[in-house]
């Protein structure tokens, strides 16, 4: 176990439709990432926060935003999902920007 | 062209074979280099973290970089069925943190036992 936890495991849903991913960071850590992987693009950063704040995008479209709540875990929103959306989100956790970077399991969703 | 080349495989080898696997790259300014596992379902793990040139040793594990060549390496001695798993190269340039992080697209190995 990474201490990073990602909820759902998996997430089925239909083209149009909205869903949120959650992700528990490391105990201590303030820096939470999300990224995209699929078969053909690899791992894709989508998004940075620490401590509450946005701290650097990467590929995320704007049918997709996040955040960081008080209590640090972060949530990830995708909206009007296409069939290409489907993927693996991972969050990754770490203390600052250069140290003790962890990843989370993932989330599989498929958008059918 | 993608800045981060890797084979996808699957690489097949049997248990006990020396495992060799490489990614190139374009971005001179990369300056640390990272290998991870990632087994089915799961995140990836850090596996190595290496910066600038040279080769660094972890048990089974040697990682390798040839900034001159713009590539990079990870060899697996013994090769166990448990190393079976899916390695991805990751680079950050010297001025980035994580968030400047770019991934190969990860090579499939298979030990068979």
């Known amino acids: 176990d990474s201490g990073v936890t990602q909820t759902p495991k998996h997430l089925i849903t239909a083209t149009g439709q909205r869903v949120t991913l959650r992700c528990s960071p490391r105990?201590?850590?303030?820096?939470v990432y999300w990224y995209q992987q699929s078969l053909d693009q690899g791992l894709q950063f989508l998004i940075q926060?620490?401590?509450?704040?946005?701290?650097a995008k990467g590929n995320i479209l704007e049918r997709f935003s996040a955040q960081q709540f008080p209590d640090l875990h972060s949530e990830l929103n995708l909206s009007s999902l296409e069939l290409g959306d489907s993927a693996l989100y991972f969050c990754?956790?770490?203390?600052?920007?250069?140290?003790?970077?962890?990843f989370g399991s993932g989330t599989r969703l498929t958008v059918v | 062209q993608k800045e981060v080349e890797q084979d996808p495989g699957p690489l097949s080898v049997p248990e006990g074979a020396i495992v060799s696997l490489n990614c190139t790259y374009s971005?001179?300014?990369?300056?640390?280099f990272m290998w991870y596992r990632q087994y089915s379902r799961k995140g990836p793990e850090l596996l190595m973290y290496?910066?600038?040139?040279g080769n660094k040793e972890d048990g089974r594990f040697t990682a390798q970089v040839d900034k001159s060549s713009k590539y990079i390496s990870l060899f697996i001695r013994d090769s166990q069925p448990s190393d079976s798993a899916t390695y991805l190269c990751a680079m950050i340039p010297n001025s980035g943190g994580y968030q400047k992080v770019t991934f190969g697209t990860g090579t499939k190995l298979q030990v068979i036992p």
């Open positions: 290496t910066y600038s040139s």
């Open positions: 926060y620490y401590n509450g704040e946005e701290r």
């Open positions: 971005n001179s300014a990369f300056q640390y």
């Open positions: 105990s201590g850590d303030l820096s």
């Open positions: 990754a956790s770490s203390v600052g920007d250069s140290y003790g970077y962890t």
